[in-house]
């Protein structure tokens, strides 16, 4: 089995109206990872995903699934999308169902499964995302964050090999976001792999395993999250460089060098961390 679970062979989409969404693209999605994709607005984020999961079929070139180039036959998309769940940005844009559980329901009960099965994957899918005691709530009288957890649950069910997360913070408080976090990083313990789609610099640099960076529908780099988010042609297409990263490349030119303890710093909290073991040395 190859180390890539998907890949995008020089992908181009033009929309209906001439939009060129993406030029010649091509990225591998390692087995395993956690992703981050960055890109300005336009930059072709949404339309990558969309491709991902089938919903697009490429102009030119070829998307594939675990080596073998997808069927976008209604069998083949069946398939693809119980491996390769897409939660959307928007989560009006994929809640229909009445209740909170019919809506998790929807996917297992379409795959054909036994009545036994689908109950316990949705009970299992909404433990998941903390959503156990609102399971019989209209999903309309939702909050925001309560229906991004329906909409993650609802792709938890199909219990796929991939979920791919468009701007999955957006319009979450500081609270919010930290416990979607502790779900996607459950998630990946578990052996999925996970991609999100984001425009905060900082939460890519510390949590992602791997950053692909796009402009204008184009591979502009991609790797390493903390090498990628730290180039400089990166940071300027980006607008910004990675809050901690700049701290810490600040406190070298003053002498502290924080690789002087067992691990580079990535997140706010392990700066603060690293920063007092470093005094604590000192002392």
Known sequence: MTDDILTLDSVSYRYPDGTQALDNCSIRIRRGARIAVLGTNGAGKTTMFLHLNGILRPSTGQASLNGVRLDYS???????RS????????????LFSASVREDVSFGPMNMGLTESEVRRRVEEALLAVGMTENAERPVHNLSYGQKKRVCIAGVLAMQPEVVVLDEPMAGLDATMQEELTAILDLLHKSGMTIIIATHDLDFAYGWADEAIVLQSGRLLASGNATEILTQENVCKVLGAKPLVAEINRQLSLIGIDLRDIDYMPRTKRELLQAISAQTRQEN
């Open 74 to 80: 209604r069998s083949g998309l069946k398939s693809l």
């Open 83 to 94: 491996q390769v769940g897409l939660v959307f940005q928007n989560p009006d844009s994929q």
